[in-house]
């Protein structure tokens, strides 16, 4: 809860808008280019988010650019070069018009770029020189994100998501934004700013054990708004980190921010607490097991109907490739599904641009003869060369671009011009598939998406291979700070749980240089 108070200034504070948003695996040979951000600049930043116009009359939002890339490889240095230039030149255009009194940093929290272990901080810190110190910055991030001690300075506000799946990601990025209003608007000028206290918690834990649909996660995430709605606190959170890219910053985190030292102390440490004392309650948010195990349990005599199966190694929405065929491929060597009379299967999916090409070219109904995927990441299995009929053709995805069904037997392969992820019922009617009647339903995901999660009448985990592989041993970390659980079961000694305080800045507020 936030102080009133009553500010000399009466002008509406101008805010300015910025930052690039990607989950980055390092363990896929994928990389990122500039476009795959699909930058909005200007007015169109502000019109992006509903949420901005109801409080249009307390701030002036300029937008800057904001660039949202589907999760996956290293970004390239020239692309993070290219955009953070044109960040900073828009946000100089800004402040050469008007004074710039707040920031607000959309970012994920968990991108990599080639040559830097921290892009976030390294991003804020180049703002930072262009807009000055006098700004103040409110920070929203997804709770997969990571909060490195610079990252903590360098914001004012922080805050992140409180739900796995993300069903709160807008609110979140509201709830910044409103913080970020209310302290310029309702704190007294030559006020101190907020006060944070931050803490590394050494754990390292794939989202699909630490989903807030089921406990320890859903009790320990319960804590955050009793955490919140505690006198003197302006706001408290969570994250558990990002568990595929092998960095130093990669783990939990806990950060409290408000204008009470002791409350925001003690907000922090009891949520350190209660994460690290759950450590060993985390587990799968469904029955996990082997790619054959869960096709065994799908396909079983009085199995539910539609059975989901993830394909979880090469989920493009956790920084995988999305470009791997080992699941398509384990399917179609299966006899079940050699028959157009077999089982229904619908799999998403593979990309192959030039198996999506000759299929648009042969047209729905055509058979063809194609060979899709493994162009980026052949590591688990190579190219898949299939033969089978079209089943539909789609064009002008903002993702895939072009997606075509080949029908295989009784699978419904899905092949994409670009990589795409299948979160809704609509990514599947829209190509003539109906997920509701099929008997098996295989996607590149982790835990499952609302919609899909919503569809499912079963479901199982595949603990498959690839980019973000659920078994993180087997993946080869070795630059993440150690001892961190689950690489290390023991501790030579209790992890140090205490807040680091990160005072407000001695800069105070509604002071221009």
Same mark, same amino acid.
């Given at each position: 809860?936030?102080?009133?108070?009553?500010?000399?200034?009466?002008?509406?504070?101008?805010?300015?808008?910025?930052?690039?948003?990607?989950?980055?695996?390092?363990?896929?040979?994928?990389?990122?280019?500039?476009?795959?951000?699909?930058?909005?600049?200007?007015?169109?930043?502000?019109?992006?988010?509903?949420?901005?116009?109801?409080?249009?009359?307390?701030?002036?939002?300029?937008?800057?650019?904001?660039?949202?890339?589907?999760?996956?490889?290293?970004?390239?240095?020239?692309?993070?070069?290219?955009?953070?230039?044109?960040?900073?030149?828009?946000?100089?255009?800004?402040?050469?018009?008007?004074?710039?009194?707040?920031?607000?940093?959309?970012?994920?929290?968990?991108?990599?770029?080639?040559?830097?272990?921290?892009?976030?901080?390294?991003?804020?810190?180049?703002?930072?020189?262009?807009?000055?110190?006098? *700004?103040?910055?409110?920070?929203?991030?997804?709770?997969?994100?990571?909060?490195?001690?610079?990252?903590?300075?360098?914001?004012?506000?922080?805050?992140?998501?409180?739900?796995?799946?993300?069903?709160?990601?807008?609110?979140?990025?509201?709830?910044?934004?409103?913080?970020?209003?209310?302290?310029?608007?309702?704190?007294?000028?030559?006020?101190?700013?907020?006060?944070?206290?931050?803490?590394?918690?050494?754990?390292?834990?794939?989202?699909?054990?630490?989903?807030?649909?089921?406990?320890?996660?859903?009790?320990?995430?319960?804590? *955050?708004?009793?955490?919140?709605?505690?006198?003197?606190?302006?706001?408290?959170?969570?994250?558990?980190?990002?568990? /595929?890219?092998?960095?130093?910053?990669?783990?939990?985190?806990?950060?409290?921010?408000?204008?009470?030292?002791?409350?925001?102390?003690?907000?922090?440490?009891?949520?350190?607490?209660?994460?690290?004392?759950?450590?060993?309650?985390? !587990?799968?948010?469904?029955?996990?097991?082997?790619?054959?195990? #869960?096709?065994?349990?799908?396909?079983?005599?009085?199995?539910?109907?539609?059975?989901?199966?993830?394909?979880?190694?090469?989920?493009?929405?956790?920084?995988?490739?999305?470009?791997?065929?080992?699941?398509?491929?384990?399917?179609?060597?299966?006899?079940?599904?050699?028959?157009?009379?077999?089982?229904?299967?619908?799999?998403?999916? *593979?990309?192959?641009?030039?198996?999506?090409?000759? #299929? *648009?070219?042969?047209?729905?109904?055509?058979?063809?003869?194609?060979?899709?995927?493994?162009?980026?990441?052949?590591?688990?299995?190579?190219?898949?060369?299939?033969?089978?009929?079209?089943?539909?053709?789609?064009?002008?995805?903002?993702?895939?671009?072009?997606?075509?069904?080949?029908?295989?037997?009784?699978?419904?392969?899905?092949?994409?011009?670009?990589?795409?992820?299948?979160?809704?019922?609509?990514?599947?009617?829209?190509?003539?598939?109906?997920?509701?009647?099929?008997?098996?339903?295989?996607?590149?995901?982790?835990?499952?998406?609302?919609?899909?999660?919503?569809? !499912?009448?079963? /479901?199982?985990?595949?603990?498959?291979?690839?980019?973000?592989?659920?078994?993180?041993?087997?993946?080869?970390?070795?630059?993440?700070?150690?001892?961190?659980?689950?690489?290390?079961?023991?501790?030579?000694?209790?992890?140090?749980?205490?807040?680091?305080?990160?005072?407000?800045?001695?800069?105070?507020?509604?002071?221009?240089?």
């Amino acid at each position: 809860m936030s102080d009133s108070g009553t500010t000399a200034d009466t002008r509406r504070p101008v805010i300015a808008i910025a930052g690039l948003a990607i989950e980055t695996s390092t363990f896929t040979p994928t990389r990122t280019p500039a476009a795959a951000f699909h930058p909005d600049r200007g007015d169109e930043v502000v019109a992006r988010y509903d949420f901005l116009a109801p409080l249009a009359d307390r701030a002036d939002f300029r937008g800057a650019l904001i660039g949202h890339a589907l999760p996956g490889g290293v970004v390239l240095r020239e692309s993070f070069e290219e955009l953070s230039a044109e960040i900073t030149d828009r946000l100089s255009a800004i402040a050469a018009d008007t004074t710039i009194d707040g920031l607000w940093f959309d970012i994920h929290g968990a991108m990599v770029v080639e040559g830097l272990d921290d892009a976030e901080t390294t991003l804020l810190d180049r703002i930072r020189a262009v807009v000055g110190p006098d *700004v103040v910055v409110s920070a929203s991030m997804d709770l997969h994100g990571n909060v490195s001690p610079g990252l903590a300075h360098q914001c004012d506000l922080i805050t992140c998501y409180r739900l796995a799946p993300h069903e709160d990601a807008l609110e979140t990025k509201e709830r910044a934004v409103r913080n970020l209003v209310d302290v310029l608007t309702t704190r007294p000028v030559g006020s101190q700013r907020p006060v944070k206290a931050w803490i590394p918690v050494p754990v390292l834990l794939p989202g699909e054990k630490t989903s807030t649909r089921i406990e320890p996660a859903a009790s320990v995430y319960g804590q *955050v708004a009793e955490v919140e709605s505690t006198e003197g606190v302006l706001d408290a959170a969570i994250w558990v980190g990002y568990a /595929w890219a092998d960095q130093p910053r990669n783990r939990a985190v806990t950060v409290v921010t408000g204008w009470d030292e002791a409350a925001v102390r003690a907000g922090a440490e009891r949520l350190a607490r209660s994460f690290w004392d759950a450590r060993d309650d985390f !587990a799968f948010v469904a029955p996990a097991g082997s790619f054959d195990e #869960c096709l065994a349990a799908a396909l079983a005599p009085g199995a539910a109907r539609p059975y989901f199966v993830s394909d979880s190694g090469d989920n493009p929405t956790a920084g995988g490739s999305g470009d791997m065929t080992w699941g398509l491929t384990q399917l179609l060597a299966r006899d079940e599904f050699r028959s157009t009379d077999g089982p229904v299967v619908l799999y998403a999916s *593979v990309p192959g641009p030039a198996a999506v090409a000759a #299929c *648009v070219a042969a047209g729905v109904g055509a058979t063809v003869t194609v060979t899709a995927g493994a162009e980026v990441d052949d590591l688990h299995a190579g190219p898949l060369t299939m033969t089978g009929r079209v089943h539909a053709v789609k064009t002008g995805d903002r993702d895939a671009r072009t997606e075509v069904v080949l029908q295989v037997g009784s699978v419904f392969a899905i092949l994409t011009e670009l990589r795409k992820p299948y979160h809704h019922e609509h990514d599947f009617t829209d190509l003539d598939l109906d997920p509701r009647s099929a008997d098996l339903v295989v996607v590149k995901i982790g835990y499952l998406e609302p919609e899909l999660y919503d569809m !499912a009448a079963d /479901w199982m985990l595949a603990l498959t291979p690839g980019g973000v592989d659920q078994d993180l041993e087997r993946l080869g970390h070795h630059r993440i700070e150690r001892p961190m659980y689950p690489f290390d079961r023991t501790f030579p000694e209790p992890p140090d749980l205490s807040a680091r305080i990160i005072p407000g800045s001695d800069r105070p507020l509604g002071v221009h240089a």
